[in-house]
């Protein structure tokens, strides 16, 4: 078979294939070129999804006719003043996206420069059929209808207008997060999606459009190493979401899905949250142009950094210091699902700004759930609770010295009840203790090694051979965590110290679900976070306390160690150790207030 060069509108379709596979990221590519224009705001009308019909609008610089003309033909681009690619600020630099999208739907472009007037070029699936005047005001008006009418193999695999109108929900929600310089509005099927002003604070933008509960259960992020900037907002571990979806990743203002990203914001969370949770972010990593390739992919979504180990360490690293700052601050609400079942009473306006972030302590809008409670009738319970009092001998203190209160007794063995100058405390113990395992565990790692207690009797554990052969290479660090182990035989271990920090462990177990933690990671995952989830189960261990009756000693002891131990506002598994109802809030449900 002879070789023949194709014709521009074959290589138009088949570039088409990898920039448009679907509407959402014709969407990307027509609003990233209004960005690229200048536009100060851009409107968007999307019909069934963005199959039917996607309209453009915006008031950027326009194009002139003869513009209009090269701006479809390929490799025609007015983004790349001179030939670096590394230097381009913009979003596009390909020259690629109009033609292709142009070859595989009916594309109606009409431009105007300020002080000209407008003009329209028609072009259906690759043949330009109109062209002329228009009347529009200075910007550029793009409409893309019947997106792959023309090629079946394609349409075929359209998912449902639901589903295609998802993604592009996803892809404008980036791009508005990247520029809250620039005022977004969305239509979907002629309802109003969300009309964003300009010149909103980052972080405001971000919780508009993703959780506006977001501002109060979020910090702010801003880390620096070299010539690496990461900034933005990061949920704090209680504030999870069972799915990955809402995390937004830029980099150099250009929204990416990056592995690397993904996985080092799966490592700063590790030991915070459930593996099967996921924190909501928006970060923004901006560094030279030159440390970064953003030519990896058609579609732009993915960069290669010159660096990648300084951008991992800095968000692993940054943002779990980031996040341990935080102490004992928890969530400020309770779940979603729990407070709607509390709404017996319209809930008190939630105070929208960013600036009280760090303010007040959590759970603010508790007491609609206390006064359903307190107006149900009373009746003798079968079973006598078995809550104890204390005397309250001690003061109450100050809110500067002890942010969580002195104990005054404990319900169901299991929560600590203390007062607060400010409110009433009501600690999970049993959460809270697995906390500062954790976080003594940790911090023997980092120092001296965990202090070991030596068994009485070594314990032998049978256990298969990978297994075996998995906890001896870890033997060196497992030792440094306070275990000691040795190779007994190709199917045993023998175990001769625990750490002292857990008390008396029952060995077999604690062995057993290292093995099985050891076998669950991922290879990719560095030695230290390795030894990192490792400790984490041994915590899970080392919560002797649960359901334990605890003296008020015991349990100030407990509260006293939170307030100055980092992280210990959650358990291991992301859920929150303690919660406060405020005096206000108490005064409320009696009606003094
Ligand atoms: N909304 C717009 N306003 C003004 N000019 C535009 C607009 N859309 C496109 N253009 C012009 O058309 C050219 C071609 O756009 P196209 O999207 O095909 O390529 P690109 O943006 O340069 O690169 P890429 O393929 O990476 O997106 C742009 O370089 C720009 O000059
Ligand atoms: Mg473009």
Redesign the pocket.
Known sequence: MSIRRLPESLVNRIAAGEVVERPAAALK?VV???I??GASRIAVRLSEGGIAQMVVE?D????TPA?LAL?LERH????LPDEAIENVVTL????????SIASVARLTIE?RPAGASGWRRIVDNGVLVEEGPAALPPG?R?TIAELFARVPARRKFLRSARSEYAAALDVLRRLAMARPDIAFALEHDGRRIFDLQAGQAREERVALLVDRALADNAILVDLVREHVRISGVASLPTFNRGVADHQYLFVNGRPVKDRLLVGALRAAYADLLARDRHPVVALFIDLPGTEVDVNVHPAKTEVRFRDPALVRGLIVGGLRRTLSEQGFRSVQRPAAGMEAAWQVEPAAPSAPAFGGLFGAGPVRDLPPAMVAEATRSWTAPDVMPQGRAEVALAPPPESSDHPLGIARGQIANTYIVAEAEDGLVLVDQHAAHERLVLEGLRAGLAGQGVAVQGLLLPEVVELDEPACDRLEAAAVDLAQLGVEIERFGPGAVVVRGTPALLGNPDAQRLVRDIADDLAGFDVALGLAERIDHVAATMACHGSVRAGRVLNVTEMNALLRQMEVTPRSGQCNHGRPTWVKLSMGDVERLFGRK
Request: aromatic share 4%; hydrophobic share 30%; glycine share 14%.
């Open positions: 590519e990233e070129n209004a690229d224009a915006d950027g610089c326009g194009m513009d701006a025609a681009t007015s983004k596009g630099f390909r020259g690629e996206a109009l033609p431009s550029t793009l």
